[in-house]
């Protein structure tokens, strides 16, 4: 028997984006898309369990939304506002071009990355509009409160309406001073997909890291020269390889215990060549081309123990240069480890306290880090305070065995 919830809640992984941008495109009001949205999937938790799932669910919530955006703009409209009502409601006339490529979920994106919007602001609305991420999930991607998340994603909405910030991709000349804001976005819809943090939600979503995939193959259709976008595209497609052994018996698996035989060999191949492709254009690379170099460094070796750690070293040096957040540099510790031992590393990866206490990944370094040096009891606290941080069920799973078997 089908779980309704369950459908509904598969449904909105998968149909989220598309039922926003169709109304964004209809109506041009994020508030009216995200609400009428949001009131068709409960619709459809209602009535669902007695009628069933349809049959095309996704066009199902879009003739719903489309109807409750309808009566909402009824009772707001005004009556000496009737006749632009009608005109909103039931003008079918063809609109404007709408960019280089025609893509309702790709006009979201470059709508809700405008450059007259604050980056984060950006980013957050995006995550929410586009990914159908819930604010929860994406405060804990920023480290921030909940709070401050949804004022952010409520200026930027009103911003996009008072500043009439069209509904389209921008045109061919303005592409490249737009893409940075929007690979950004795509990327941490793609983490928040390879390793979800919401605690209701599979541990790894594949809805959002193949939507990610999709959006950015499409930009890089747009500006195939461009370095960052094919080295974004690289780098989704190298750490989307090794999904198929990144869970087991609902307990993530460590990259040094994954079974590299069931990773995507395709994938894999078409990662490491865009990677040679950027290596030959003898460009300086940016940030997402040297992750992915990182990667395919990673996905070249059969065993863990036959990668080449002074490469993959040396490559997070070349990343802190042009990157040197403190994520980065905990991850160039990990690899630190492998290449000089745990002690230099741990030392390292503690002057990040200040800037990463918060950070579960930072706990869970620390945990391993002591763990290989003996140090039991500080292994057992870093252990539990990565769990408490953590969102991630797999994750959970997977820390609080570590933590168990340190006896």
């Known amino acids: 028997m089908i779980d309704v919830r369950e459908a509904v809640t598969r449904v909105h992984r998968e149909e989220w984006a598309r039922v926003v941008a169709a109304l964004t495109r209809r109506f041009g009001d994020l508030d009216v898309a995200e609400e009428a949205a949001a009131e068709a999937f409960a619709t459809a938790v209602e009535r669902w369990p007695g009628g069933g799932v349809p049959p095309n669910p996704g066009a199902w919530l879009t003739t719903t939304a489309v109807r409750k955006a309808i009566d909402r703009i009824r009772r707001e409209t005004k009556r000496d506002d009737k006749h632009k009502e009608a005109r909103m409601v039931y003008d079918d006339s063809p609109s404007e071009p709408a960019g280089v490529i025609d893509d309702?979920?790709?006009?979201?994106?470059?709508?809700?990355?405008?450059?007259?919007?604050?980056?984060?602001?950006?980013?957050?609305?995006?995550?929410?509009?586009?990914?159908?991420?819930?604010?929860?999930?994406?405060?804990?991607?920023?480290?921030?409160?909940?709070?401050?998340?949804?004022?952010?994603?409520?200026?930027?909405?009103?911003?996009?309406?008072?500043?009439?910030?069209?509904?389209?991709?921008?045109?061919?000349?303005?592409?490249?001073?737009?893409?940075?804001?929007?690979?950004?976005?795509?990327?941490?819809?793609?983490?928040?997909?390879?390793?979800?943090?919401?605690?209701?939600?599979?541990p790894i979503r594949s809805d959002l890291t193949t939507e990610a995939i999709r959006l950015t193959r499409l930009i890089h259709a747009l500006l195939p020269d461009d370095g960052e976008v094919t080295g974004l595209l690289a780098l989704m497609l190298l750490i989307e390889a090794r999904r198929p052994a990144r869970v087991s018996a609902g307990e993530l698996v460590a990259l040094d215990e994954q079974d590299r035989g069931a990773w995507d060999a395709a994938l894999i191949a078409e990662g490491h060549r865009l990677v040679r492709e950027r290596l030959a254009a003898g460009v300086a690379p940016g940030r997402y081309q040297i992750l992915a170099a990182i990667n395919a460094v990673h996905t070249s070796a059969r065993d863990i123990r036959d990668t080449d750690w002074s490469q993959v070293v040396a490559l997070y040096d070349q990343l802190v240069r042009v990157d040197a957040s403190p994520v980065v540099v905990l991850n160039r510790a990990i690899a630190v480890a492998e290449l000089d031992g745990p002690e230099v590393a741990l030392a390292a990866v503690d002057r990040l306290d200040d800037q990463l206490a918060g950070y579960h990944a930072y706990h869970v370094t620390r945990a391993d880090l002591l763990r290989r040096l003996s140090r039991g009891e500080e292994a057992r606290a870093a252990y539990g305070k990565a769990i408490e941080l953590a969102g991630n069920t797999a994750e959970i799973a997977y820390l609080t065995r570590r933590r168990d078997q340190l006896g």
């Not at 991420?133 to 709070?147: D, G, M, N, Q, W």
């Open 104 to 202: 309702d979920r790709l006009r979201l994106v470059f709508t809700c990355c405008h450059p007259a919007l604050a980056t984060q602001a950006r980013v957050a609305l995006t995550l929410r509009m586009v990914g159908g991420l819930t604010v929860p999930e994406i405060a804990r991607a920023f480290l921030v409160r909940e709070s401050t998340l949804e004022q952010r994603i409520t200026r930027a909405k009103a911003k996009i309406k008072a500043a009439r910030i069209p509904y389209r991709v921008p045109s061919a000349e303005d592409l490249p001073a737009r893409v940075a804001g929007v690979l950004t976005v795509l990327f941490l819809v793609f983490n928040e997909g390879y390793l979800a943090t919401g605690p209701g939600t599979d």
